[in-house]
């Protein structure tokens, strides 16, 4: 956000200690209320909310608190895209039983995929060490030993998602830039229904075959 204006640009008046006893007759209530719509308008947060209070002190801390500000700039890869891998990638190991570089390779082999293997392992390589957390819930999506409904017509349904077109993902990166401010690292939604679609017929790239 940019510079306070009106209200919260100016200096509170000074109010000597002997009137603080009878705040009502130097109207502090009123003032005080003033200042705080004016705080949660120049945030753009609903002071209804249930959660208005926490924004705020967020929208604050992000001004003015070092650790809580986020890089500068738009984010230079998309995060969902990268998770959307992740979940191929695991699919790859776990039927083929081959290497990572092998796995990199049929990821970049779908015809929905025009990033390289090498780019697709960069990326995914940063997203382990960055969002170790995220990778988790991944694997544990995909443990047969968990999973009771696990066959192959589930899997393939997995293996049939595709990203939303390309002239969509500018607002994806958007989404994702508004969400950075989260103090605990970058806010990541579920996956919505509107960014993530699903091949179908012979669209869909054939599975890798499963090894024992």
């Known amino acids: 956000m940019g510079k306070y204006k009106g209200i919260l640009n100016k200096t509170a008046p000074y109010v000597p200690p002997e009137y603080w006893m009878v705040p009502e007759d130097i109207g502090f209530h009123d003032y005080a209320r003033e200042r705080e719509n004016a705080l949660f308008e120049h945030f ?3 002071r209804r909310d249930s959660d208005a209070w926490r924004d705020l ?3 604050l801390a992000e001004n003015h608190v070092p650790a809580y500000q986020r890089p500068k700039g738009r984010p230079q890869v998309n995060g969902f895209e990268d998770i959307l891998w992740y979940r191929f990638f695991v699919i ?3 039927r083929a039983k081959c290497t990572d570089k092998d796995a990199y390779d049929l990821i970049a082999a779908r015809h929905d995929i025009s990033n390289s293997a090498i780019e697709i392992k960069e990326r995914l390589k940063r997203l382990k060490r960055n969002h170790p957390l995220a990778c988790k819930n991944v694997d544990r999506h995909f443990d047969s030993e968990n999973r009771t409904y696990f066959h192959e017509e589930w899997l393939l349904q997995e293996w049939a998602q595709t990203f939303v077109p390309k002239d969509k ?3 994806i990166i958007e989404h994702e830039q508004r969400f950075s401010r989260f103090p605990y690292g970058p806010y990541q939604e579920p996956f919505p229904e509107e960014r993530i ?3 179908k017929g012979d669209d869909i790239p054939p599975l890798p075959p499963e090894k024992e």
């Open 44 to 46: 753009g947060i609903e």
């Open 57 to 59: 002190a967020l929208s």
């Open 92 to 94: 790859v190991k776990q």
């Open 169 to 171: 993902k500018q607002e």
């Open 197 to 199: 679609t699903r091949l």
